[in-house]
């Protein structure tokens, strides 16, 4: 049984992840942090956050106090409270498993200097359907490349702070990597949208001479990067140090 860590308990992905550790039978919620000061630490149960009913698990408002409770770190926070879990964590010698998005380059440096001494999985995308469309994009790079625009359109929900997405960046990432390797430099644009409860849309279109092919994925609810976050949290079990992404998790690399 893997007990894991949830924190940024009360935030819209914390509380599907507390609901998506309690229906994991491989995986235990041993504890559940807020931001220091925030609502609800001492005194309510993470399971009633997440509407599952109690599980004994308190909120509490600093992850050190717990960390010695679990074996595995999830954290969908912000890029500022990440690199203070990746310290505890590092102290405590722990694994994480990090969503959050929006980090600049110096930030991302210090995840990847804890990936050298501690194991985490860090992704912008946890949504298994998200990564097999990461795969198809390469290969539709490596037959189309050299004579098409490839327009990289996301929407999400008003209250996202970052753009373009994590996911967005990514895929463009893919893509670059699969035109440079075949010779091509084909350009790529970028189109973000923020509107209303959006979970999560990415459309790459690959546009050529009268005709395009349009990937495109839709996250209908949050769970779908619940899950994939849960299972990288078990398969880091047997990791104990490196930088990992969820296509390693998933053996697509
Ligand atoms: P949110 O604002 O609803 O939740 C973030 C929570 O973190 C808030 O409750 C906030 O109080 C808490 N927090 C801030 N500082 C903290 C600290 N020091 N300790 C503990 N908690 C703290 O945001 P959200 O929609 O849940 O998204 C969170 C992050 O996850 C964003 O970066 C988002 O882009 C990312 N995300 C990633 C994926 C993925 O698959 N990788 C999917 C969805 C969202």
């Known amino acids: 049984m893997t007990k894991i860590a949830v924190v940024g308990a009360t935030g819209r992905m914390g509380k599907v992840l507390i609901t998506a550790v309690s229906a994991n039978e491989k995986a235990t919620l041993t504890a559940a942090s807020v931001r220091p000061g925030g609502e609800g630490a001492g005194s309510v149960d993470a399971g009633a956050i997440a509407g599952v ?24 926070t912000t890029p500022q409270a990440t690199l203070e879990h990746l310290e505890i964590c590092a102290h405590a010698n722990k694994k994480i498993v990090v ?23 860090f992704a912008p995308n946890f949504s298994i359907g998200v990564n097999a469309a990461f795969h198809l994009l ?16 996301e929407a999400h929900h008003k209250h996202k702070i970052d753009a373009p997405s994590g996911t967005a960046l990514r895929m463009g990432e893919i893509i670059q990597n699969s035109l440079s390797l075949n010779g091509h430099d084909d350009q790529l644009n970028y189109n973000s949208i923020r509107a209303g409860d ?20 839709r996250a209908m609810s949050r769970m779908n990067f619940a899950t994939g976050a849960v299972r990288a949290a078990l398969w880091l079990e047997d990791k104990s140090v490196g930088m990992f992404d969820m296509q390693d998790v ?3 690399k």
């Open 250 to 252: 998933l053996g697509l």
């Open 138 to 153: 390469g290969v539709a790079a490596e037959i189309l490349g050299g004579d098409v625009e490839i327009d990289i359109t």
């Open 99 to 121: 969503g959050t998005t929006g980090f600049s380059p110096e930030q991302l440096k210090q995840v990847q200097t804890f990936g050298e001494s501690n194991a985490v999985v």
């Open 198 to 217: 959006i979970v999560g849309e990415h459309t790459v279109m690959f546009v050529g001479a009268g005709e395009r092919i349009e990937i495109t994925h």
């Open 53 to 76: 009913g109690d599980l004994g698990v308190l909120l509490v408002d600093d992850l050190a106090a717990v960390i010695n409770q679990c074996d595995v770190v999830i954290d969908f």
